[in-house]
């Protein structure tokens, strides 16, 4: 317990990592009780370490209470206005971010309007306004504004894979997100509560960007404003693509590597005047603190600056540097100004991997050192390869550390992230130095500016060159299911067991090395080990009993999707949902919804992929999932349509060598012993003239296993439903896929009759079919003893062993949450009744606007 504050530190993360899960009453009792504890060991004078846990317990309580009032002030008093149409009024909060056709804001509310009723607004909307060519209105942090739209509250995460919009939103502290058109913007004067010193930054910044711009290339201008800014709405696509790939894109997000190369750089030039003692230090943490302001306060920045400002500081007191107590401190100051960023993305890799750098970077440049004295020739100078063996030792220490929240949230893994850290991260001090100087110059003289600015275009054409290259290989990137929290659990508690027990671990195994009659080394021996153990963490443990058969319906909004998985391992995919054409980008669903469930739920080929009939809302997310995922085999009816992506997806199955299957009422497939699948309709002679033939001929299909039966419809209507009534084809089902979304039928009474189902779901979501009818819904409720709807449910998954059935669904969970939260919430406002008042203060900048490509909402209200 020498470094208390580290201990402290981790207590409060925990407290607002638990934060969710327990009332907040006892969060309050834990406090009082550990207080009175606390009280009472200082009057008795202990010094033992157990007088320690109070102390522990406080901060344990103070992170929790503190992830309560947080999650309260993002929550504002806006929510019983979900899916309404409204005029919010209120300021910008931030910058806004400019897109091709969008615009996004945060707002602080003042006032809600319905209808004619307005009424005074608490909180902070996430604003989306949509453009159609239109220009860019002169909008910017601080301006009060009016704007028509759809509010909506998300319910959490929909699908399993899928993005929790809502975590998303109230970890940036906004209380919901809210859609309209850019004409309907009205923008005022700016308000009395904006903060003059982030309106200066920001306009600062603005200006800086245009200098850069002016007098570079476009590709390199936008390079550098990433790289400075971490702003990347002017940067080339290709260039993206190519940093991504070739894994240094960490180096267009302001982090603390730009801090401390900063940091570096000054050191240089303040030794070079002789700049020492306390004025070097005074200098110095006033231009780092106001490049971290300019970039937003960005976790990352905040952290490495913190910890920037201790270590001088130490060295001018005469104190030896602690570097995990620096951490603590930096993370502790965040996160009680902050908890919220805890969940944030940025901050979780920032820490990981410093954390791991503080860890592992020392062995490793030793033993890469010891590497690099072995080789039979001198390839490098000596000092050469002590500084290429620390950047290696950094470059592989911070991969350690980020590893699995890498794969966790991009899916991917770059295999050259080592060369090209190590080819790129020498010039970036000096880029950084240069691009600044230039961007300040350019403030006063922009024409020596634009001389300064050409100096940095050799490197920036260096990085261009390095990261095109590398991007461009064909295994530059590797694609990796996102891990669990369970196996990020395992993976780091190994780390810290190693940390811990490092010696008495490598004692042990070389005492083996005897018994072994082998003259290994202990890592060699770890090795072995690590490559007996990837098969199983990839095809994972054999089971020692039968798996279920597993039917999942997709929530995809307006569209159907089921995934089954067969006890046998047989993955099936009926439908992929899917967009209507006229509103482009029909396979957006299959990228959104269907290839992340798929990923989570590890599916490396599908044995079988079921179009139902050829409606976009059916397919159009099959375009997205052919396209990455393997198919053996593509199953459709006999129906012709000329549509071009209906063909689109013919002639994809057929340059991929996927065999197309044609179904018809009467045919079998037989899966598993015990499980198969009867087709019940169309017939061989395709429905035509009944004023919907594409619908009736659509796939109706039975899924048998043992006693449980799934009846799939596709989204047939009356003239189908007569016919296999008339053909006595429909025998009872106890799961019911309900026909066209619950569109309106003549005879679904009769149709519900004969199938007699226990459960009923519909594939529905916002439309303006008035689907589920009225009447339809009615019925099922009436007759049915469960009916699930997706836009209610999220996702239904259903378990069975062939005798029994399991159901659970996505947002009953959620539900309970948000309830609680509801309950928690107002338990804090009677406890302070002013508490928006004493929470009233800017929260630090973080990436409002996006979350790495994931900020994106919900499909269900994307097409308002």
């Known amino acids: ?146 704007v028509r739209g759809l509010l909506v509250v998300p319910e959490g995460k929909r699908n399993p894979g899928g993005f929790d919009y809502r975590a998303f939103l109230e970890t ?163 996160l009680v100004y902050n908890p919220l960023l805890l969940f944030h993305v940025g901050m979780q890799l920032s820490y990981g991997a410093t954390l791991s750098i503080l860890l592992f970077a020392g062995p490793l440049q030793q033993a890469i050192a010891l590497a690099l004295t072995r080789l039979p020739v001198s390839v490098f100078p000596s000092t050469w390869q002590d500084n290429l063996g620390g950047l290696i030792a950094v470059s592989i220490a911070a991969q350690i550390g980020i590893l699995p929240l890498i794969g966790h949230y991009f899916k991917e893994v770059s295999l050259l992230a080592l060369p090209a850290n190590v080819l790129i991260l020498p010039v970036m001090a000096l880029l950084l130095g240069i691009g600044l100087v230039c961007a300040v110059v350019g403030l006063l003289m922009p024409a020596i500016a634009a001389f300064l600015t050409l100096t940095a275009y050799p490197l920036l054409a260096y990085i261009l060159f390095v990261t095109g290259v590398l991007g461009s290989l064909p295994f530059a990137v590797r694609e990796v299911f996102p891990p669990r929290p369970l196996e990020i659990f395992i993976y780091y508690s190994i780390i810290l067991f190693v940390v811990w027990k490092g010696g008495k671990i490598r004692q042990f195994l070389s005492s083996l090395t005897p018994y072994l009659n082998l003259r290994v080394r202990a890592f060699y021996l770890l090795a072995l080990l690590l490559i007996i153990a990837m098969p199983f963490s990839w095809w994972g443990l054999p089971r020692l009993q039968e798996r279920p058969l597993e039917v999942v319906f997709l929530d995809v909004g307006q569209g159907d999707a089921v995934f089954m998985h067969t006890p046998g391992g047989m993955n099936i995919l009926l439908d992929g949902g899917g967009r209507p054409a006229y509103m482009e980008d029909i396979e957006r669903v299959g990228r959104m919804v269907v290839i992340p469930f798929l990923e989570e739920r590890r599916v490396r080929k599908l044995d079988m992929v079921i179009v139902s009939h050829p409606h976009e809302d059916h397919y159009g997310g099959l375009l997205a999932v052919l396209d990455k995922i393997p198919v053996e085999l593509l199953v459709t009816n006999a129906e012709l349509v000329d549509t071009e992506s209906y063909n689109r997806l013919l002639t994809l199955a057929e340059a991929q060598g996927i065999p197309r299957l044609i179904l018809e009422r009467g045919d079998v497939l037989p899966l598993e012993p015990s499980l198969k699948i009867n087709v019940l309709c169309p017939p061989a002679r395709l429905f035509q003239g009944t004023g919907s033939d594409v619908n009736n001929n659509s796939l109706v299909m039975q899924l048998l296993y043992r006693d449980v039966s799934f009846l799939f419809t596709g989204d047939i209507e009356d003239a189908a439903v007569q016919w296999m009534l008339a053909e006595n084809l429909l025998e009872g089902s106890q799961i019911l896929k309900v026909p066209h979304h619950g569109g309106y039928m003549d005879r679904f009474s009769f149709f519900l009759e004969a199938v007699n189902p226990q459960i009923a779901v519909i594939q529905v979501g916002r439309n303006s079919f008035g689907h589920p009818h009225d009447m339809i819904f009615s019925l099922l409720q009436e007759q049915c003893p469960e009916v699930y ?58 990436d409002h606007l996006t979350a790495g490509g994931c900020g994106q909402p919900p499909l269900h209200v994307m097409d308002w």
Request: net charge positive.
């Open 1 to 146: 317990m020498t470094r208390l504050l580290v201990f402290l530190t981790l207590a409060y993360i925990f407290g607002i990592a638990l934060g969710a899960y327990l009332p907040l009453q006892t969060w309050i009792y834990v406090a009082v009780g550990a207080f009175l504890w606390a009280l009472w060991n200082l009057m008795a004078q202990r010094n033992t370490l157990w007088s320690l846990i109070p102390f522990l317990l406080l901060f344990l309580a103070a992170g929790s209470l503190a992830y309560t009032f947080a999650v309260d002030q993002a929550g504002g008093n806006i929510q019983p206005y979900h899916e309404q149409r409204c005029t919010l009024n209120g300021m910008v909060a931030d910058e806004p971010l400019w897109h091709d056709d969008r615009v996004v804001f945060p707002l602080k509310l003042n006032s809600i309007q319905v209808r004619e009723e307005r009424k005074a607004a608490t909180g902070t909307v996430r604003v989306t306004l949509y453009r159609d060519g239109e220009a860019d209105a002169a909008l910017a942090y601080g301006q009060v504004v009016s």
């Open 172 to 334: 940036r502290g906004m209380a919901a997100a809210f859609y309209g058109e850019a004409n309907s913007l009205v923008v005022g004067e700016f308000s009395e509560g904006l903060s003059p010193v982030r309106l200066l930054a920001l306009e600062l910044k603005d200006k800086m960007k245009a200098v850069l711009q002016t007098h570079l290339p476009p590709d390199a201008g936008g390079l550098l404003v990433a790289i400075l800014f971490g702003e990347r709405q002017a940067l080339d696509p290709g260039v993206e693509e190519g940093v991504r790939r070739s894994g240094v894109a960490h180096m267009m997000a302001v982090s603390g590597l730009h801090i401390g190369l900063l940091a570096a750089l000054l050191f240089v030039l303040f030794k070079r005047v002789g700049l020492v003692g306390w004025p070097a230090w005074l200098l110095l943490v006033s231009i780092l603190f106001a490049y971290t302001y300019l970039t937003g306060l960005k976790p990352s920045t905040l952290r490495a600056f913190i910890m920037i400002a201790m270590g001088v500081g130490a060295l001018c007191l005469g104190r030896s540097k602690d570097l995990p107590t620096a951490v603590a401190v930096a993370a502790l100051f965040t």
């Open 789 to 846: 709807r997706t836009d209610w449910y999220g996702a239904v998954m259903m378990y069975s062993d062939g005798y029994s059935l399991e159901v659970k669904t996505m947002l009953q969970k959620a539900q309970a949450w948000t309830k609680k939260a509801e309950l928690r919430r107002e338990l804090v406002r009677r406890i302070i009744p002013n508490l928006n008042v004493l929470l009233n203060m800017p929260m630090l900048r973080h």
